[in-house]
């Protein structure tokens, strides 16, 4: 029946988006009744968590021999996040450029979309572009905690202090219920998505990759969304644009590693110079935003705009190629 992949694909994104909420609520807790440290939750359960649909996604799409799938992810998630994510944000409410990711993670992004730049540059995803990608997430990962320890010894407040306090304290009963039960409906939700996106690719007649980079890449995006927007109105603007580039820096070092460490990837010119150029071009917009117009480092609601028309426009050049 034509209609169950697209309403597997419904289905999929909502428990995947569940899941995921599940999955870091009852992780967070966990290592925070275990005596874990806040700035160790931060790094790493928040950071992953956040970022666990589009790398279960990945990992689904690869293992079931689907890795242009995954690369579409990876790469239109990024482009989703900063044209859609950041441009409605913006619409809604100015949003400036926290000092920090001013400092280290927005110059971390662009070095980190610089390598994947030059290690797809021979239209391959090789394992050892792989290692590469995960290499530099290691060392990001390093200087985290160390500008962190650094930040707390200064009586500096901690930059992931308030996702921490958002998230909901489980007694450990609890937390590993919903940690164990997240993680389960995060695997299983997405192999459905994977399976539901190619057959609804095959359905219309376009490939793998363009799938990821629209409606895979869209509804993987959507926590980002609903965060970055439930930052800005509920006053913390400032940490909006902390989110998104945090999950951009993930999807390019971890994401894409992914497909690359199950089999190598072939790739077309197409997904070189539109694809990935449009990745570039976004975060280059984003950086232009920040360090090269006005006095103040903030998008605003006009800035906001383009973002978002940037995102619309490439989005409509894919239907038409496809």
């Known amino acids: 029946m034509t209609w169950l992949p697209y309403l597997a694909l419904l289905l999929g994104f909502v428990t995947l988006i569940w899941s995921a909420d599940r999955f870091l609520s009852g992780a967070a807790s966990t290592a925070s009744n275990l005596g874990v440290s806040k700035m160790l939750i931060g790094l790493t359960v928040v950071s992953v968590g956040t970022s666990a649909p589009e790398i279960l996604v990945s990992l689904a799409a690869a293992l079931e021999g689907q890795p242009l799938l995954a690369v579409g992810n990876a ?43 030059v290690l797809l540059f021979d239209l391959e995803l090789t394992r050892l572009d792989g290692v590469f990608l995960l290499t530099g997430l290691a060392m990001i990962m390093y200087r985290l905690v160390v500008n962190q320890r650094a930040a707390k010894e200064a009586g500096e407040p901690e930059p992931l202090a308030d996702e921490l306090d958002e998230l909901p304290q489980l007694n450990q009963r609890q937390a590993i219920f919903w940690l164990v039960v997240g993680l389960l409906a995060l695997i299983l939700s997405a192999q459905v998505l994977v399976w539901a996106a190619t057959q609804v690719a095959r359905d219309l007649g376009v490939s793998d990759m363009v799938i990821g980079l629209t409606i895979v890449a869209i509804g993987t995006s959507l926590p980002e969304l609903a965060a970055t927007v439930g930052s800005a109105l509920k006053g913390h603007p400032d940490i909006a644009i902390g989110n998104v580039v945090g999950s951009n820096i993930l999807n390019i070092l971890a994401v894409l590693a992914v497909p690359a460490l199950v089999a190598p990837v072939g790739l077309s010119h197409l997904a070189l110079w539109r694809d990935a150029g449009m990745m570039v071009a976004l975060t280059m917009l984003l950086a232009l935003f920040a360090y090269g117009i006005g006095s103040r480092a903030v998008i605003t609601r006009f800035e906001g705009a383009v973002l978002l028309l940037a995102w619309t426009g490439y989005n409509v050049l894919l239907i038409f190629q496809a």
């Open 75 to 117: 790469i239109g998630s990024n482009i989703a996040n900063i044209g859609l994510v950041l441009g409605i944000t913006a619409l809604v409410a100015p949003l400036p450029f926290n000092p920090n990711v001013l400092r280290t993670e927005l110059p971390w992004l662009l070095g980190a979309t610089t390598l994947t730049i």
